[in-house]
């Protein structure tokens, strides 16, 4: 099934992890994909991989939490490609896991800037181009945190919880578009950005959740496969769960 040919992806934080996991999946569906990272040479080793996948795909250094990235991949993709037909925002960081009281408010203003104000800023810039071809996806990338809340994590959570609401509201506003706009709330999957926690915490995260294993990447990316496809049409503004039981609600 080849859902998204001629079709253009943008995907960030896709040089690893979840977001080179949906960058294959699209791209082995078609799609052309322009994916960013913050470490250039990882963003460039992850387009000469998905590259002898036979994926065409470009890539664009740059903190997501930047407006110049933003207008950077959206600039290339249309130079390249002309179209933005999907736009999967992936990029995320925990941040330093403590008690809120022994955190400074800095910490709270890095995670905000990667988790919801990058989400922000691709939004605003590939939003016009969608709109022009009255047809669009955008899938953003929350957290079961965002819903629940996990102690020692207030800032990954707080600005998890603001992707949903993100989603919520932009959903609403191009409802009577072509453009649907949903979000995904994911358990832990074992990728890199948990090294970041302790293995304390990974032991408590994986055991709140019902089927006592992690997400696979691919099981992230098939969702998001069928979130970002045209097949996706009467569901907008909602949340999708991806949590092995965990959710409640």
Not at 63 to 83: I, K, L, P, Y
Not at 190 to 214: F, H, N, V, Y
Not at 222 to 228: G, I, R
Request: one cysteine or more; glycine letters at 10%; charged letters at 15%.
């Amino acid at each position: 099934m080849r859902r998204f040919e001629g079709q253009v992806a943008i995907i960030t934080g896709a040089g690893s992890g979840i977001g080179l996991g949906i960058a294959e999946r699209l791209g082995s569906e078609g799609a052309q994909v322009l994916i960013t990272d913050i470490d250039g040479a990882v963003a460039d080793q992850a387009v000469a991989a998905l590259g002898t996948q036979g994926i065409t795909a470009l890539a664009v250094d740059g903190d997501t939490a930047e407006e110049s990235t933003a207008e950077c991949a959206v600039a290339q993709a249309m130079s390249a490609w002309g179209r933005i037909d999907v736009l999967v925002n992936n990029t995320g960081i925990i941040g330093s896991t403590a008690p809120l009281w022994e955190l400074p408010v800095s910490e709270l203003d890095r995670v905000y800037a990667v988790n919801l104000r990058g989400s922000y800023l691709f939004c605003q810039q590939a939003i016009p181009h969608m709109l022009e071809n009255n047809y669009g996806r955008i899938v953003n990338m929350a957290s079961i945190a965002g819903k629940e809340g996990n102690p020692n994590m207030v800032p990954y959570s707080a600005t998890k919880a603001a992707i949903i609401g993100l989603t919520k509201s932009l959903g609403k506003e191009l409802a009577e578009t072509g453009i649907r706009v949903n979000c995904l709330t994911p358990a832990v999957v074992r990728t890199p950005i948990w090294e970041q926690t302790t293995a304390a915490q990974m032991e408590m995260l994986l055991a709140r959740i019902p089927m006592k294993r992690s997400g696979e990447i691919s099981e992230v990316a098939a969702l998001v496969a069928w979130l970002a496809s045209a097949e996706c049409s009467f569901s907008t503004g909602a949340v999708f769960d991806l949590s092995g039981g965990r959710a409640t609600y």
